[in-house]
């Protein structure tokens, strides 16, 4: 089966600006997460969807982060106007419900603010 | 609060030697645990999960235990290779589908 697919790879952008990350998780997972990983730490949870719903977003710093999840499918994860603290991989992962065969992740993509 | 740890943070051997990474968890109330392997700026791949009923999981030259009941699991990994350079990142799931995340143990084989 095709992996979780996430783009872009890699991007720099200056402080203030913003920034879109696009998603597309295992056809068939009906939950879909995004995480932040700052270098040396472990992935933090932004926010968890279940089909195109809500289930967890309090770790999302929602003054400048969104996050949507259109028809149960893709996922894009915005930032608004970014900060050097947002220097860190995003990566998205998915999983069937009740998480039982575990969770796939994409190739995260590794911001940089300067 | 749930929380991972992952001992030691970091560490380096000689190829061929064998690698054992421990794992501890606060919270028993689990439903699987993950193994993951990250390299540098990469996403997580999936190493090994072992269910909650279960003792251990192989994988060619992997094997992992857990211990659920005392909140630990330890990744094994035979005859390590320069390849096995990386960091390897324990994630029991708990209730929501929420994983839990240490810091993870970074690996360094020497040829």
């Known amino acids: 089966e095709a992996g979780v697919a996430q783009s872009p790879r890699y991007k720099i952008i200056e402080k203030r600006q913003s920034v879109a990350f696009w998603c597309n998780p295992i056809?068939?997972?009906?939950?879909l997460y995004w995480y932040q990983q700052i270098l040396g730490q472990g992935p933090k949870l932004l926010i968890q969807f279940q089909n195109n719903g809500v289930v967890d977003d309090s770790q999302l710093p929602k003054d400048r982060f969104s996050a949507e999840r259109l028809k149960g499918v893709d996922s894009t994860l915005k930032i608004q106007p970014a900060k050097l603290e947002d220097s860190a991989v995003y990566l998205c992962?998915?999983?069937?419900?009740?998480?039982?065969?575990?969770?796939?992740f994409g190739s995260g993509t590794r911001l940089t603010v300067v | 609060k749930q929380e991972v740890t992952q001992i030691p943070a970091a560490l380096s051997v000689p190829e061929g030697e064998n690698l054992v990474l421990n794992c501890s968890f606060t919270d028993s109330a689990i439903y699987n645990l993950q193994w993951f392997r990250q390299d540098p700026g990469k996403g997580l791949t999936s190493l090994l999960l072992?269910?909650?009923?279960?003792r251990e999981q192989t994988s060619g030259r992997l094997n992992a235990s857990l211990d659920k009941s005392s909140g630990r699991s330890t990744l094994y990994i035979a005859a390590s290779q320069p390849g096995d350079s990386a960091t390897y990142l324990c994630?029991?799931?708990?209730?929501?589908?929420?994983?839990?995340f240490g810091k993870g143990n970074q690996v360094v084989v020497i040829p």
């Open positions: 056809s068939g997972h009906a939950t």
């Open positions: 994630a029991p799931l708990y209730g929501n589908n929420r994983l839990a």
């Open positions: 992962a998915s999983s069937l419900l009740g998480a039982v065969y575990g969770y796939t």
């Open positions: 072992i269910q909650s009923s279960q």
